[in-house]
């Protein structure tokens, strides 16, 4: 997932950007409710964990602008907060879900894993699946008609995104923002090196030919013949 990191304590923001990459996720850090509108604004998100006590604008108040701009990307309020009436503010905004510091890590992922299969109609568990492709993101395992196939975690990031954005085509801009988290030469050809690691794994299987090329537009997830 492409996560957007709203925090201004830089302890907690080190701990949390450090555990999130781990478990293979893209997290960009702002550390104000200006920069936050902003950013969410403007970027694809697949979730946004937010803090309420910011510099600026306020959580609440972060929430309540991206909503009234018609912005769905799932919100998870995070915050040491936890009166009932601050909960229910929260929510009655429009956040999805609402977390009390401190919590377990644990905790955290697994309500992502939720905000991911309510926010996003297309993923119903935490294994998304497209023909003989099934994507495990609690595991982070890929199988292949039952098989399990090694990937790297550059590549299990990209072959997710393509799986999670099946028959539609994916340019490299988005790819470098939800696989590189928009670290990336627009100039390079380092997604193009990819794509090919992550055939030549699937050719291994028999399906090289479900990652097409589209001619000056980018990638695209599809089965059967090239049209």
Not at 31 to 47: H, K, L, P
Request: glycine share 8%.
């Amino acid at each position: 997932m492409r996560l957007l990191l709203v925090e201004d304590d830089p302890k907690i923001s080190h701990f949390l950007l450090k555990g999130l990459r781990e478990d293979q996720h893209v997290v960009e850090l702002v550390e104000n409710g200006t920069d936050a509108e902003s950013r969410a604004a403007t970027e694809e998100y697949d979730a946004i964990l937010l803090d309420l006590m910011l510099p600026g604008l306020d959580g609440f108040e972060v929430c309540r602008r991206l909503r009234s701009q018609g912005i769905d990307t799932p919100i998870l309020m995070i915050t040491a907060r936890d009166a009932v009436p601050d909960r229910v503010e929260g929510l009655d905004l429009g956040a999805d879900d609402y977390l009390v510091k401190p919590f377990a890590f644990d905790e955290l992922l697994a309500r992502l894993r939720a905000l991911a299969r309510r926010g996003r109609t297309h993923v119903l568990s935490s294994i998304v699946r497209y023909g003989p492709i099934e994507v495990d993101h609690r595991d982070h395992l890929v199988r292949v008609n039952g098989k399990a196939i090694s990937f790297t975690a550059t590549e299990y990031r990209l072959l997710d995104y393509l799986v999670r954005r099946a028959e539609s085509i994916v340019s490299r801009d988005q790819l470098a923002q939800h696989v590189w988290g928009g670290d990336y030469d627009p100039f390079s050809n380092v997604a193009d090196v990819y794509i090919g690691y992550v055939r030549r794994k699937l050719a291994a299987v028999g399906i090289e030919q479900i990652i097409r090329t589209v001619r000056g537009l980018g990638y695209m997830l599809k089965e059967g013949p090239a049209e």
